[in-house]
C-alpha cells in the first residue's frame, strides 16, 4: 500500500514504512511506528459480521482507536474486508526518501529481518514519577504518560537476556528473537520473567502485543 502510495505521490504513511503484515491485522491493532497509527490515515471501514452475515462501512471516528487497540480488538466477530484511507499529495522522491529513511531507522534499531513477532509487550501508562526518570536518562519526552516497554525492561537488566534460544534484543529489549530453535514455552518464560523484573521494579504491570495462542 506505502509502495503504491509513494509511486502516485501520495503522502502521509511513509513513518509507517516496514510494519510487516496485512491492512486487516493494522487496522484491528491500530499498528504505528514513529508518531504515525494506521487511523491517523484511514476514512472507514468495511467490516463482515460473522454472526449476522451483514456487510457493512463504518466510519474510522467510531472504531474505537486507541493505541494499539481497536473496537475489532475486542469483538472478533467482525472480519476486516476494505478500509478507504486519505493521504494527502506530495512529492514521489520525497515521500520515497522518507521511507528509506525509516527503513534504515528501523534497521539500526534491529527491528527488521530477525526470526520476532515484534514488540512483546504494549508501552505501558505509567506514573509521573517514572515518567521522570525516563526523560531525565533518555532526554526523551513519554507520549501520553507512556514510556516505551524496551526502556523498564532495559532498566530491568533484561537487555540481551536469553532462556533458552529466545533471546530480548539486544537493540530493543522489547523484541524477543528467535536465535535458532526457540519453543513458544521459552518465549512465555522469558515473558514471564521479565513481568516479574518490571513489575518489582516499578510496580508496573506489562502486558502483551502479541496475540497469545494456546496458552
Ligand atoms: C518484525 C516485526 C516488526 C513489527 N513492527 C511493528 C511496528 O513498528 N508497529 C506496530 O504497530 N506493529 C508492529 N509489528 C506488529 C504488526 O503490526 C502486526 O503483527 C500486524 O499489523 C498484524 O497484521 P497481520 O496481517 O500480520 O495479522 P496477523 O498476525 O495474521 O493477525 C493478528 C490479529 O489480527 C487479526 N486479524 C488479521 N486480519 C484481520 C482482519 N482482516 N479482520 C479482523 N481481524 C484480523 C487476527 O485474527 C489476529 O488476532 C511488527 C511485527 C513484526 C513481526
Redesign the pocket.
Given at each position: 500500500l506505502l509502495t503504491y502510495a509513494a509511486e502516485n505521490g501520495l503522502s502521509g504513511g511513509e513513518r509507517l514504512a516496514?510494519?510487516?503484515?496485512?491492512?486487516?491485522?493494522?487496522?484491528?491493532?491500530?499498528?504505528?511506528?514513529f508518531g504515525t497509527?494506521i487511523k491517523d490515515l484511514m476514512k472507514n471501514v468495511s467490516?463482515l459480521n460473522t454472526e449476522t452475515g451483514e456487510v457493512k462501512t463504518c466510519d474510522a471516528v467510531k472504531c474505537d482507536f486507541m493505541y494499539?487497540d481497536s473496537f475489532?480488538k475486542k469483538h472478533?466477530e467482525?472480519?476486516?474486508?476494505s478500509a478507504t484511507f486519505t493521504f494527502t499529495p506530495g512529492e514521489k522522491k520525497t515521500i520515497q526518501k522518507e521511507m528509506y529513511h525509516t527503513i534504515a531507522q528501523?534497521n539500526a534499531k534491529q527491528?527488521?529481518g530477525?526470526k520476532?513477532?515484534?514488540?512483546w509487550f504494549v508501552n505501558p501508562a505509567v506514573n509521573s514519577t517514572i515518567q521522570a526518570q525516563f526523560t531525565k536518562e533518555t532526554q526523551k519526552e513519554s507520549h501520553g504518560g507512556r514510556v516505551p516497554a524496551g526502556w523498564l525492561l532495559q532498566e530491568c537488566g533484561m537487555f540481551k537476556k536469553r532462556i533458552g534460544d529466545i533471546q530480548a534484543g539486544t537493540q530493543h529489549a522489547n523484541?524477543f528473537i528467535n536465535m535458532g530453535n526457540g519453543t513458544a514455552e521459552q518465549a512465555m518464560q522469558l515473558s514471564t520473567l521479565a513481568k516479574t523484573r518490571v513489575r518489582d521494579t516499578f510496580g508496573v504491570q506489562l502486558k502483551e502485543?502479541v496475540?497469545l495462542a494456546g496458552f
Open positions: 516496514g510494519i510487516p503484515g496485512s491492512i486487516g491485522g493494522a487496522v484491528r491493532g491500530n499498528a504505528g511506528a497509527e467490516v494499539r475489532f472478533p467482525y472480519i476486516i474486508v528501523r527491528i527488521q530477525i520476532s513477532a515484534g514488540s523484541y502485543e496475540v
